[in-house]
């Protein structure tokens, strides 16, 4: 419990014993009214304080001005028919302070949950100084410096191992539990823990640009960015107020200027003035206006838990309505780890061949450059290639040994005029051709992640009605992928512009209201990921490209986080509207009942604080995901 929050607790429990002292006291008159005055202020100065700093700020319709009206109001109306009952005004003033005081508790222990699922802020650096370790803030570490870190501190900056070996637990970024090995030359990002051995990291980063600074300030920003339900409730709220002010001042003069005028009665001011000083405390939109912003708070949390970072409630809510799913196939479906499982050759032999590619390939850092410079096996000779020219979708140019070199698909070949060989094995198929001559071809493939056929069907039980895959790979390696996976369609030999064409044209498909999410790698996939509804990156720690182009950040690569984001949005959805419902619908009711007569201020009591803690308790519910 806060400061604030232990002085509030103490005022509530003074102004009660007050209170319930002086039931018992006996005394009258303007003495009562004067030691009565005592517990009311105690409880109460702050929201007549706050009530008339809104009136001087013209923002005069909020809940202190209506707790401030009606509470005084009930005071004025004992004190004109002296009847010395002022309990009832500061019994409505006491019970609002406990549930506001209910709510602070509920938002802060909220927060604090999630604080302490994204603990992974480091609170220093350890820099080597003349044999000795020294602590330093982590802003003060400039790239290319060497850190030490020991086992059970978290790694403060990105950066890649260069001393030891150890296991790393990722759990605060990726919400699992197993954990990471890493080994010299591994690439390690800050936010992990380490756990076995002494690490010596040489940083690739400032603090700043780190992983751990992107990802904070990620959730810190969630909240800027509302979603429709959020500004709906705003909106209502600034439109409800006055509203119901104006109805409780026309429900205090109208029905007793009716009865003096029409049926020539006793006008009977205080009864009418009493029901619309009661109408104004049940009116209080408090439960609304705090609990909606708390459950996408807590479900925001609560996906971060999951290791499923939303930039904003706006994009939670977007989730819920997904409708269609699009992926990319590598490094989303599959695992982008590939391999060279056959060189098909004419003339020159195997090794040779292998040879010329990993060369042109060179300066590529593309997964496929890659698999060849890795199954060629030996030390590349650079001064050897030349020219080297990246035609995109199709493939490289270069000069090898003063050869002509042509390295990628049957596209390449076939603007360059070459006669091809198609390859009956499924894969990717790198064909070479060396001086305008088919030479042969290499096959890659790439393997298939284990979750991405269960993610498909959980995606299918969510309700998402089309799931398709874009790919730059050739058709039948696209095909077998996605009959292997269950995928409704694909598109094979997508160039960049081409998926974002594809997406535009789903995008008009999609049923009114309904939202197309695009699950990529966040680095070659950013014009697709900024142009779907929701954009996911996957595997993206560390990533700039994802962070800044995804709305949705998932800190590992395995898509059955996708269902589970999906499952998460639709739960914290129904919590909102479940606490949209609940609370119009009581307030509305108590309303009518305040109007005829019929609720007092006790009942008003439970429909303004009652309401608002239980809408609170059903709005923490967002922040347990466990089992979605």
């Given amino acids: 419990m806060t400061r604030k929050q232990r002085k509030m607790l103490i005022r509530i429990i003074v102004s009660a014993v007050l209170m319930v002292v002086l039931a018992f006291v006996p005394i009258d008159g303007i003495i009562k009214f004067a030691l009565y005055l005592v517990p009311y202020l105690i409880i109460g100065y702050d929201?007549?304080?706050?009530?008339?700093?809104?009136?001087?700020?013209r923002q005069v319709f909020d809940e202190n001005f209506l707790m401030a009206v009606a509470t005084i109001g009930a005071i004025v109306i004992a004190l004109i028919e002296k009847s010395s009952d002022y309990t009832e005004a500061v019994a409505v003033m006491l019970f609002y302070q406990i549930g506001e005081l209910f709510q602070s508790y509920a938002v802060g222990k909220?927060?604090?949950n999630i604080s302490e699922l994204m603990d992974i802020r480091p609170d220093y650096a350890n820099i080597e100084v003349d044999g000795e370790i020294k602590k330093v803030d982590p802003e003060e570490v400039h790239t290319g410096s060497v850190i030490v870190v020991r086992p059970g501190e978290k790694v403060p900056i990105d950066g890649v191992v260069v001393e030891g070996n150890s296991s790393l637990?990722?759990?605060?970024?990726?919400?699992?539990?197993?954990?990471?090995?890493?080994?010299?030359?591994?690439?390690?990002?800050?936010?992990?823990?380490?756990?076995?051995?002494?690490?010596?990291?040489?940083?690739?980063?400032?603090?700043?640009?780190?992983?751990?600074?992107?990802?904070?300030?990620?959730?810190?920003?969630?909240?800027?960015?509302?979603?429709?339900?959020?500004?709906?409730?705003?909106?209502?709220?600034?439109?409800?107020?006055?509203?119901?002010?104006?109805?409780?001042?026309?429900?205090?003069?109208?029905?007793?200027?009716?009865?003096?005028?029409?049926?020539?009665?006793?006008?009977?001011?205080?009864?009418?003035?009493?029901?619309?000083?009661?109408?104004?405390?049940?009116?209080?939109?408090?439960?609304?206006?705090?609990?909606?912003?708390?459950?996408?708070?807590?479900?925001?949390?609560?996906?971060?838990?999951?290791?499923?970072?939303?930039?904003?409630?706006?994009?939670?809510?977007?989730?819920?309505?997904?409708?269609?799913?699009?992926?990319?196939?590598?490094?989303?479906?599959?695992?982008?780890?590939?391999?060279?499982?056959?060189?098909?050759?004419?003339?020159?032999?195997?090794?040779?061949?292998?040879?010329?590619?990993?060369?042109?390939?060179?300066?590529?850092?593309?997964?496929?450059?890659?698999?060849?410079?890795?199954?060629?096996?030996?030390?590349?000779?650079?001064?050897?290639?030349?020219?080297?020219?990246?035609?995109?979708?199709?493939?490289?140019?270069?000069?090898?040994?003063?050869?002509?070199?042509?390295?990628?698909?049957k596209k390449l070949m076939n603007s360059l005029g070459v006669e091809y060989i198609d390859c009956h094995k499924t894969g990717t198929i790198i064909h070479m051709a060396i001086d305008g001559e088919y030479a042969g071809h290499i096959v890659i493939s790439d393997i298939i992640k284990p979750t991405s056929k269960q993610a498909i069907a959980q995606l299918k039980k969510c309700g998402v009605k089309k799931t398709v895959m874009l790919t730059g790979d050739a058709k039948p390696v696209a095909e077998h992928v996605a009959k292997t996976l269950g995928v409704d369609e694909f598109y094979a030999e997508q160039l960049p512009a081409d998926k974002v064409d594809n997406v535009?044209?789903?995008?008009?498909?999609?049923?009114?209201?309904?939202?197309?999410?695009?699950?990529?790698?966040?680095?070659?996939?950013?014009?697709?990921?900024?142009?779907?509804?929701?954009?996911?990156?996957?595997?993206?720690?560390?990533?700039?490209?994802?962070?800044?182009?995804?709305?949705?950040?998932l800190m590992d690569d395995d898509p059955l986080k996708i269902p589970k984001a999906i499952k998460i949005s639709r739960k914290c959805l129904g919590i909102v509207y479940q606490n949209i419902v609940f609370a119009i619908g009581v307030?509305?009711?108590?309303?009518?009942?305040?109007?005829?007569?019929?609720?007092?201020?006790?009942?008003?009591?439970?429909?303004?604080?009652?309401?608002?803690?239980?809408?609170?308790?059903?709005?923490?519910?967002?922040?347990?995901?466990?089992?979605?």
């Fill in 169 to 409: 637990n990722t759990s605060a970024l990726t919400g699992e539990s197993l954990p990471r090995e890493v080994k010299t030359g591994s690439d390690i990002i800050s936010g992990c823990i380490n756990m076995t051995g002494v690490l010596k990291i040489k940083t690739t980063k400032r603090f700043g640009e780190s992983t751990v600074s992107k990802i904070l300030d990620l959730v810190e920003n969630a909240s800027s960015r509302k979603s429709k339900s959020e500004d709906f409730i705003s909106k209502f709220a600034k439109i409800y107020t006055p509203v119901v002010c104006f109805c409780a001042l026309a429900l205090a003069i109208l029905p007793p200027i009716f009865r003096m005028l029409f049926l020539s009665a006793s006008p009977m001011w205080y009864e009418w003035i009493y029901r619309a000083l009661t109408f104004l405390v049940i009116s209080c939109p408090c439960a609304l206006v705090i609990s909606i912003p708390l459950s996408f708070f807590a479900g925001i949390g609560g996906a971060g838990k999951a290791g499923i970072l939303v930039k904003g409630s706006n994009y939670l809510e977007a989730l819920s309505k997904t409708e269609c799913v699009v992926f990319d196939k590598t490094g989303t479906l599959t695992q982008g780890v590939f391999e060279v499982n056959a060189v098909h050759h004419n003339k020159l032999e195997e090794q040779k061949l292998l040879e010329y590619a990993a060369l042109a390939e060179s300066a590529s850092s593309h997964p496929i450059s890659k698999s060849i410079q890795k199954a060629y096996g030996k030390r590349l000779d650079h001064s050897k290639v030349q020219n080297i020219r990246e035609i995109s979708g199709h493939g490289i140019t270069a000069v090898v040994d003063g050869k002509q070199i042509a390295c990628g698909n």
């Fill in 504 to 553: 535009e044209k789903l995008l008009e498909k999609k049923s009114k209201g309904k939202k197309l999410a695009f699950a990529g790698d966040g680095i070659n996939d950013a014009p697709v990921l900024s142009r779907a509804d929701i954009g996911i990156a996957m595997g993206a720690m560390g990533s700039d490209a994802a962070i800044e182009a995804a709305d949705v950040v």
């Fill in 110 to 112: 909220s927060r604090k």
């Fill in 47 to 57: 929201i007549l304080v706050k009530a008339c700093k809104g009136i001087f700020n």
């Fill in 587 to 628: 307030k509305l009711i108590c309303l009518v009942l305040g109007a005829f007569g019929i609720a007092n201020m006790w009942l008003a009591i439970f429909a303004d604080v009652g309401v608002m803690i239980i809408a609170v308790l059903n709005a923490i519910r967002a922040l347990f995901v466990k089992n979605v």
